[in-house]
């Protein structure tokens, strides 16, 4: 390799990040230039991207100890040498000025450095005392699907196993409930059937509420190279707001908040009603089922929600489907309804190969479960599902939240691979951890709202949080943020920077971030994908997972975790892979994940498995049941479940007659906390916004960039208005991000949740826009 | 000393002179795609003010659709925002509260 000097290198690899930006907006387009940004004299290692759920492979560059470079793993393949701005610039979160090195505890209202030992001491002190004083379930962790699965792994194991409290919470709950509780409820377990390969054989893409161009833009990116090769290829854009993905597709389709329910069963009337359903698989392999109805939207404290589940048939759920008629929902939705009759003719077409792709417009949703099965209802009736290009695939948002939460199970009612209310489940977790079983209780505590809610009553007095910043996320923050900060609360914030959490912590534990230590995490297709510590993290900083064994430790429950820090990654796989072993879910070995860039489970026999539920590519799958068998249910069937429109808990009305939606925006990752302190990504977007449409900002007199104030019946915000800057919202609805903890807006947002998944809606809630006169 | 790229979108028909107003600007590289109008353009500029000031005359400049930006190295130390000072987050802390909790010293 010929050895370029630093600054050249910059110079090429800025080409190179242009290059793939270019190509992920233009996927022909060629340059003669060799824009591949190697030429330093640097040792390149893999890792996955620490940033979205898409979970791109990378190669860092290592140059004296430091991280100098990122480019696109050209063996990943998930994506194939791309990789998007943030991926790009990942490193240099690394490496901010105000990066936490040392332990700080609050003395006299403010924190103060001091050895990390004596900050562990002080957390297993307060812990047990708490535990003493108020019982186990007042104390709680809360992390995130930004763990590492070793982290929650040793989260999970400490806190249920050894403390003996479900209070195990992550903030995938605020991302992925609903996608689980979908996957669930239609197919008895967890995770997708397909891969990311689908995008390689689709005809049709739906993305449902699903801004891809710039939340998962290698996939985008990878969706729009198929529809270059194959150019009879469909992307439609079915959202409430224009967005660059809109632009991208072949067909933008608008339609009004929470609508989505009443246009998926209307599709599903129209494949009914034109007899485009395969009858031969529902008859094998689809059963029916429904549940409550009219299920209340979670807002009360004591709010409870059990599900009821009876039988159905076909003829109940045609019936059912009888009043969604396209006319029907298209007053509700505003979608025309020859344009719904379209989407089904695009679903029911038995020649086109059929992808749904979603994430947090239909999971962050007050009906979010119902609108999982209400896709998997449209694939399941037509038949399209578990083959290659038919797909219906719920996308993640966080590097982990499915090999960290869902995986490991580290929610309040999960365990790894099982629930703790399943006798066996528990017995097995017992056996594995080694801890007598009647330590891990039988019954769930509180999911992430009500988990807060209790932190606020005084439920809960101890919280440790790791790798997220619920002071910035978590929906009315204000009633959250008051509650913790309450004087007899303890508050325990493991991170890597400065936040609005760590401002109301007690104690502050710096953590070794991403590549600073060794660990694996899980994307969207099932693969998990495993890196090395390739750097050494700064000043006192440790490890989540360390973090947690030196407090088990402290604690008392040494015996039951690592005693050697070195090799611990290790232990921790094999103990934990303990919980998978089986066909359906084997994981595999340390060993293959250090020489891959990623491996999909299950691993079975030396293979991956793409397509689950197919019985040529599942090794679980028995033949027995035909060419499916979702074995998931004891009756080897998918669920069809009959499921309503229902309004939201909150309209626009005079008082507040708009709609207020929140979320990304590409450059930044969640609440700012990584991405504000890389300078370029920084400067790309200095501040939070909020959207207007062009005629509602005449209409209230106001201008691109001038200030306005948002007013819900929870809080205001004042931040600048921009007209179609980044996206445009439909008429009677503002769109803002997140990521910006000087614009709180959580402040405004509702903590109504789905009742099944007790995941918030982050979407859908009513607003009034004022302008502010200077 | 920021070095950025971008990928430039120039009207239709503009594609030729874009490039070549761009590339007569100084701390200007540019690609040029073979087969569409589309350009990559790759700054180095002595320091962020030149940087945003180089960006701003190119966004005035007639023939050009889009300006994305890519990838940037800018000096951290000069320009990472102070988050914490600019939203009021450090001052929002728990004022009162000790490492013994409740009742165990500290200013209360």
């Known amino acids: 390799m010929s050895v370029v000097p630093r600054r050249d290198f910059l110079k090429r690899t800025a080409l190179a990040a242009a290059a793939a930006s270019a190509a992920s907006l233009v996927p022909d387009v060629v340059f003669g230039e060799d824009l591949d940004g190697v030429g330093l004299d640097v040792a390149w290692k893999k890792t996955p991207c620490r940033f979205c759920g898409v979970g791109c492979g990378l190669l860092v560059g290592i140059e004296n100890g430091r991280a100098v470079a990122v480019r696109g793993d050209p063996d990943s393949t998930v994506n194939r040498g791309l990789a998007c701005v943030k991926g790009y610039h990942s490193v240099q979160a690394l490496y901010g000025r105000d990066r936490i090195t040392r332990a700080q505890v609050r003395r006299d209202g403010a924190l103060v450095e001091v050895p990390i030992s004596e900050a562990l001491d002080l957390v297993a002190r307060r812990l047990r005392e708490t535990v003493d004083a108020h019982g186990r379930d007042s104390v709680a962790v809360y992390g995130s699907g930004q763990w590492t699965i070793p982290d929650g792994y040793v989260a999970s194991k400490l806190f249920k196993g050894a403390i003996g409290t479900n209070n195990v919470e992550a903030n995938a709950r605020l991302c992925m409930a609903s996608a689980v509780t979908g996957f669930q409820t239609t197919f008895g377990l967890d995770e997708p059937m397909g891969c990311y390969e689908d995008i390689d054989h689709a005809d049709v893409f739906v993305l449902w509420g699903n801004n891809m161009a710039e939340m998962h833009p290698v996939l985008f990116s990878r969706m729009l190279e198929r529809r270059r090769q194959q150019p009879h290829v469909q992307i439609v854009d079915l959202a409430t707001r224009t967005t660059r993905t809109s632009h991208a597709s072949d067909r933008s389709l608008l339609f009004a908040p929470q609508a989505d329910l009443a246009i998926a069963n209307a599709i599903c009337h129209e494949i009914v009603r034109n007899d485009w359903v395969d009858h031969d698989f529902v008859e094998h392999h689809v059963a029916f089922r429904k549940g409550r109805t009219d299920i209340g939207y979670g807002l009360a404290d004591d709010f409870g929600f059990t599900e009821e589940v009876e039988e159905s048939e076909w003829e109940e759920f045609v019936e059912f489907l009888d009043e969604y008629t396209p006319e029907r929902a298209s007053e509700i939705s505003g979608l025309p309804a020859a344009d719904i009759r379209w989407l089904a003719s695009l679903y029911g077409d038995p020649s086109r190969r059929v992808m749904s792709l979603w994430c947090m417009g239909v999971n962050q949703h007050t009906r979010g479960t119902w609108m999982n099965n209400l896709i998997y209802n449209i694939h399941l009736l037509a038949g399209k599902i578990s083959t290659p290009g038919n797909s219906p695939f719920s996308l993640t948002g966080q590097p982990s939240a499915c090999g960290t939460v869902r995986e490991v199970g580290t929610l309040t009612h999960g365990l790894p691979g099982g629930r703790v209310t399943d006798p066996a489940a528990r017995q097995r977790a017992a056996e594995i951890w080694g801890v007598p079983v009647d330590n891990i209780p039988a019954e769930p505590t509180h999911h992430t709202m009500s988990m807060f809610r209790a932190l606020d009553r005084g439920d809960i007095r101890f919280m440790w949080i790791q790798v997220t910043n619920p002071m910035t996320t978590l929906p009315d923050l204000r009633r959250y943020r008051a509650g913790a900060e309450k004087p007899d609360r303890f508050l325990v914030v493991s991170d890597v920077y400065p936040t609005a959490t760590t401002a109301v912590a007690d104690v502050v534990l710096p953590a070794a971030m991403w590549i600073e230590r060794e660990g694996m995490y899980g994307n969207s297709e099932r693969r998990t994908q495993h890196f090395d510590r390739l750097v050494d993290p700064p000043g006192e900083a440790m490890s989540d997972t360390w973090q947690l064994v030196e407090v088990a430790r402290r604690l008392g429950y040494g015996d039951l975790f690592p005693q050697d820090e070195e090799g611990h990654i290790e232990e921790i796989w094999n103990e934990y892979t303990r919980f998978h072993d089986s066909p359906e879910h084997r994981m595999a070995p340390l060993s293959e994940l250090r020489a891959r860039p990623g491996v999909m489970w299950p691993f079975v026999d030396g293979r991956e498995t793409k397509w689950r539920y197919n019985t040529e590519t599942d090794p679980a799958a028995d033949g027995a049941h035909g060419a499916y068998d979702f074995y998931g249910h004891a009756d080897h069937r998918a669920w069809i479940w009959l499921r309503p429109y229902e309004a939201p808990p909150e309209w626009p009305d005079d008082e507040y007659p708009f709609w207020l939606s929140t979320g990304r925006v590409l450059e930044h990752w969640h609440s700012g906390s990584l991405t504000r302190r890389i300078p370029t990504l920084h400067q790309a977007v200095r501040s939070a916004y909020v959207e207007l449409h062009p005629r509602d900002a005449e209409a209230l007199g106001v201008r691109d960039r001038d200030r306005v104030r948002l007013v819900t019946r929870r809080g205001s915000l004042e931040l600048p208005a921009r007209i179609d800057y980044r996206g445009r919202p439909a008429r009677g609805q503002v769109f803002v991000p997140f990521f910006d903890e000087s614009m709180p807006v959580n402040e405004l947002t509702l903590d109504a949740y789905c009742p099944i998944s007790a995941q918030p809606d982050y979407k859908k809630c009513a607003v009034r826009v004022e302008r502010v006169r200077r | ?108």
């Open chain 2, 1 to 108: 000393m920021p070095i950025c790229s971008y990928v430039v979108i120039p009207n239709r028909g503009a594609a030729a002179s874009v490039r070549d107003r761009l590339d007569a600007m100084p701390g200007c590289d540019v690609a040029v795609a073979h087969n569409r109008d589309v350009l990559l353009l790759v700054t180095d500029t002595p320091d962020l003010a030149a940087e945003v000031e180089l960006r701003a005359s190119i966004e005035a400049m007639d023939g050009i659709q889009a300006l994305l930006l890519a990838f940037g190295e800018i000096d951290p130390d000069a320009q990472v925002p102070d988050l914490l000072s600019s939203s009021g987050v450090g001052s929002r802390g728990r004022a009162g509260r000790g490492p013994e909790g409740p009742g165990a010293g500290g200013g209360r």
